[in-house]
């Protein structure tokens, strides 16, 4: 299969891409947060090319991907007010509400659970083809399982060129962090993947505690144990345990890479390195693309600065917590 890649500036490009979702197809299309492995969530045969082409289990949920929170009761069922005050404050944006889910959704988009992920995209080309299409988008990230996740259409084509139909490119996304996933199902709302909308957000909104569990479930999307891995082996440290490693490593002429935020430095001698900003904002949306980069240049070890100890900091910590296990 020749994955064709189609340009979101260009009309006929984002007409071919709504046909080929009309015809059954999987199609890279982009969001504020990562590129989307898109399909028709009310298509169980082009659902299952997702799973086939990500090669992920077939009992992990995905995110459906819907145009606006009119939509809600055609996905959901008991919809708590709760949900619908954090659709009007955070959509649309990088927030995913699990609710009950309605009768008419398929477990294939579920995983075989009573509840669905839902959100709102912020993107504006996405939305178009959408509402285009009327009816909601499973699109989990468009990269094979539990590797690194897309944050442009190149990083699309090197993990899944020739297994999918088409890639939507509409340059770098700008958040670069999957959402927030907050369930609201239960008594008190629940964080089950932190993400761009913070816990401290959630609770302003809310007006009360939202919980986040030091351990996260795994049968929610994208929230594997191991998970955003580059090939290379990647280790979380301090400066100080990277520095004593690569004056170790160095001497056995191992191909050393870091990412770090601090000043710091020399490193010594054919070490590659990639500086990260210290605002928060800035170093999640360099986040992935500088784990391709690092991994690109095929280095025996990554090693990663471990980010600040700051609450906002946890999608940060979550999602190298993971990369590094």
């Known amino acids: 299969m020749v994955t064709k890649v189609l340009k979101a500036s260009e009309e006929r490009d984002i007409l071919t891409a709504i046909d080929l979702l009309k015809a059954g197809e999987v199609v890279a299309v982009p969001t504020e947060t990562v590129y989307g492995l898109a399909a028709d969530a009310k298509n169980v045969a082009a659902v299952a090319k997702i799973f086939s082409a990500k090669n992920r289990p077939n009992n992990h949920p995905l995110i459906v991907h819907i145009h606006s929170a009119e939509c809600l009761s055609q996905w959901a069922q008991d919809v708590p007010p709760a949900a619908l005050k954090l659709a009007q404050a955070f959509?649309?944006?990088?927030?995913?509400?699990?609710?009950?889910?309605?009768?008419?959704?398929?477990?294939?988009?579920?995983?075989?659970?009573?509840?669905?992920?839902?959100?709102?995209?912020?993107?504006p080309v996405l939305l178009r083809i959408i509402k285009t299409l009327q009816t909601g988008l499973a699109a989990p990230s468009a990269n094979l399982h539990k590797r690194i996740s897309p944050t442009s259409a190149e990083h699309v084509?090197?993990?899944?060129?020739?297994?999918?139909?088409?890639?939507?490119?509409?340059?770098?996304?700008?958040?670069?962090?999957?959402s927030t996933i907050v369930d609201v199902t239960g008594d008190t709302p629940r964080i089950l993947r932190p993400g761009p909308i913070s816990q401290a957000m959630l609770e302003h909104v809310l007006q009360g505690?939202?919980?986040?569990?030091?351990?996260?479930?795994?049968?929610?999307?994208?929230?594997?144990?191991?998970?955003?891995?580059?090939?290379?082996?990647?280790?979380?440290?301090?400066?100080?345990?990277?520095?004593?490693?690569?004056?170790?490593?160095?001497?056995?002429?191992?191909?050393?890479?870091?990412?770090?935020?601090?000043?710091?430095?020399?490193?010594?001698?054919?070490?590659?390195?990639?500086?990260?900003?210290?605002?928060?904002?800035?170093?999640?949306?360099?986040?992935?693309?500088?784990?391709?980069?690092?991994?690109?240049?095929?280095?025996?070890?990554?090693?990663?600065?471990?980010?600040?100890?700051?609450?906002?900091?946890?999608?940060?910590?979550?999602?190298?917590?993971?990369?590094?296990?």
């Open 91 to 123: 959509w649309p944006g990088p927030l995913t509400i699990l609710l009950k889910k309605h009768s008419n959704v398929s477990n294939a988009v579920t995983g075989g659970l009573d509840t669905v992920a839902l959100r709102v995209p912020r993107h």
């Open 209 to 325: 505690v939202v919980h986040m569990p030091a351990q996260h479930q795994s049968s929610v999307p994208g929230n594997m144990k191991i998970h955003y891995k580059p090939q290379a082996e990647t280790v979380l440290a301090s400066l100080e345990e990277i520095q004593v490693a690569l004056d170790e490593l160095c001497t056995k002429n191992k191909r050393c890479a870091v990412m770090y935020y601090s000043d710091f430095g020399p490193f010594p001698q054919h070490v590659i390195t990639r500086k990260m900003s210290t605002n928060k904002d800035c170093y999640a949306r360099e986040l992935y693309k500088a784990l391709h980069e690092l991994d690109a240049t095929n280095p025996d070890k990554i090693f990663v600065q471990a980010p600040p100890q700051d609450d906002a900091w946890a999608d940060i910590w979550d999602r190298l917590s993971k990369a590094c296990a």
């Open 157 to 178: 084509l090197s993990s899944l060129g020739g297994r999918i139909a088409a890639v939507v490119d509409a340059g770098p996304c700008a958040v670069g962090l999957e």
